[in-house]
């Protein structure tokens, strides 16, 4: 019998309809897939449903798969796919693995000789950077901002200092509600001639991305409340 | 009168059907578009008349955005925008902007207040790293490894150490057609328990996602000449 694969199923990123951002084949193969590994129960369900009015929850297994997860619950995952059936890991926003979780039962995969192939969609990360005209020749994604204000300070500063030295994009995020704030302290502590990028609604009908010296943004900064946001911090960039 | 947006269309990283990587509501936009800013003009029409195989290639507007292009001539690629046109960016493979041209004339776009979107395809970096399990709360992109022997062998170690330290998962790539011998490189030079990841001909039938340590690769090494391919190095991830 042949091998199933394991399947990295991208998502949408909020509200937006489905054909915006998931190419149809990929669809097709979320609609004929039984068994999943997912971040959150009830928001892959409402996925599916929505890829297919008709979807046959009931006819399909469903393993959580997010931080809470034990390593030792990781193997009966990927049990399916030695009886021929493929297995898709479906995580919360856009693209599993990626600042979500799933790396994890790759890195199993691997180690088990599986087959791994992942699929084309929406990445808020890659979305803000090709928007951003910032260098995308070297990017770096630095995850969640720190919380702690002095780490934080210190973490701008870094990033200054990088795309000063080397031209190198740094890309950062923070929990929703907090955007406001990390905007807030981006403006008091960033130097004027800083060109920050703020690509927020990614894909969304509310999208806005904008890119301006920290100078500009303190005379145009637009509320950021609870809307899911990239920032970047680097240098426009000329051929 | 309405401004018209420039969007960051992505393409086909390869022979593959398009609607395996663009989503439906991409490729419609893509086909009511007139004006294009595209690295290669045979690849982009090409690419156009896969969408749609009526489209009016002779009644569109092709600029040419590619290394070659000067600064001076990147304001008339904008001047549709604001008679209400859209204007696309198309580069030779995947996402404009990311690896490949089309930052320049974004970085303009949003120095003169126009409106950019980023639409949702295929990028080998991120679907590289999503098939890897590596970490992917923090990762760099760093383009092409250099091609001199002692910087290359430097930039190893440098990637060895970032890992090692930090965690942080570090990306790359080489012209390829010298792709079998960046691996005979990494082979002969990194340490026996690096982990690597090789992602090769992504979201094509003969995609193949591996990660393996350097001493695993040096038994099971494939072919990857004139195969495109990104190379990963990084710690498999445990949450």
């Known amino acids: 019998m042949t091998k199933g694969k394991l399947y990295l199923m991208p998502t949408l990123l909020g509200s937006e309809t489905w054909d915006h951002v998931i190419p149809a084949k990929v669809a097709e193969l979320a609609i004929n897939t039984r068994y999943f590994a997912v971040e959150d129960l009830k928001s892959a369900r409402r996925y599916l449903r929505k890829l297919d009015r008709t979807f046959p929850i009931d006819k399909s297994t469903f393993f959580i798969l997010n931080k809470n997860t034990l390593p030792t619950d990781l193997s009966a995952m990927l049990a399916p796919l030695r009886n021929g059936h493929n297995v898709a890991i479906i995580s919360e926003a856009g693209c599993p693995g990626v600042a979500d979780p799933g790396a994890d039962l790759v890195a199993l995969a691997h180690q088990r000789g599986d087959f ?115 920032f970047l911090i680097g240098k426009p960039f000329a051929m």
Chains 1, 2 share one sequence.
């Open 116 to 230: 791994v192939s992942p699929l084309t969609g929406p990445s808020s990360i890659l979305l803000g950077l090709m928007a951003s005209g910032f260098n995308g020749q070297s990017f770096c994604f630095n995850g969640y901002i720190p919380k702690e204000r002095k780490k934080r300070v210190f973490t701008f500063k870094d990033y200054e200092r990088e795309v000063s030295k080397t031209g190198q994009t740094q890309i950062f995020m923070e929990t929703p509600f907090r955007n406001n704030n990390l905007l807030e302290d981006l403006l008091n502590e960033c130097l004027d001639a800083t060109f920050l990028c703020i690509a927020c609604d990614l894909t969304l009908p509310t999208e806005r991305v904008q890119t301006m010296t920290v100078a500009e943004w303190r005379e145009k900064a637009f509320d950021l409340n609870k809307r899911p946001t990239m």
